[in-house]
């Protein structure tokens, strides 16, 4: 709904594309991933972002499928770094933040949970902990660094815009 309001203003072919990137950042980028911190996300999801992304994106430059013009040249001509980027990024200062908690802070209670009882049959499903697992894996990150949180945020933060495309 949001993408809606402002599509005449950020299709808008006279306004520049770094300026249509910024919008996109501060307005349309923080609905899409509002509550992104606790999610567990499979490949299909991430795929699903990634793909309505690159539509309002495309959208925004005003190019077309057929135009044939990739999507690292349209994301470093708006200066916008990856969707899923950004998610894990939230998902790891999220769980940095949990960790820094006092030990009797509910979402540190339940964090560290165990619950008896038996899995069923079957592959697991996709938890939480193990979507911030692998990116810890991906980052180059362990637990002991959740500690500090300048070195933390240092670790985890997503790539600038510059860098992308």
Do not use: F
Request: contains cysteine; hydrophobic residues 35%; aromatic residues 6%.
């Amino acid at each position: 709904m949001k993408w809606r309001q402002v599509t005449g203003t950020i299709c808008d072919p006279r306004m520049p594309l770094k300026l249509k990137g910024k919008i996109y950042k501060s307005v349309i980028r923080p609905v899409v991933l509002y509550g992104s911190e606790c999610w567990a996300v499979k490949k299909t999801d991430e795929k699903r972002l990634h793909v309505a992304e690159m539509r309002m994106l495309r959208w925004m430059c005003g190019v077309t499928r057929m135009d044939k013009v990739r999507n690292e040249y349209i994301r470093g001509s708006l200066k916008v770094a990856p969707v899923t980027e950004k998610l894990k990024g939230n998902r790891l200062s999220w769980y940095g933040h949990v960790k820094r908690r006092d030990e009797t802070h509910v979402t540190k209670a339940v964090m560290n949970l165990h619950v008896d009882g038996w899995r069923g049959r079957g592959r697991p499903k996709k938890r939480w902990m193990d979507c911030v697992r692998t990116d810890m894996k991906e980052k180059g990150v362990d637990d002991s660094v959740a500690g500090d949180r300048t070195e933390w945020k240092k670790k985890h933060v997503a790539p600038t815009p510059s860098n992308v495309g």
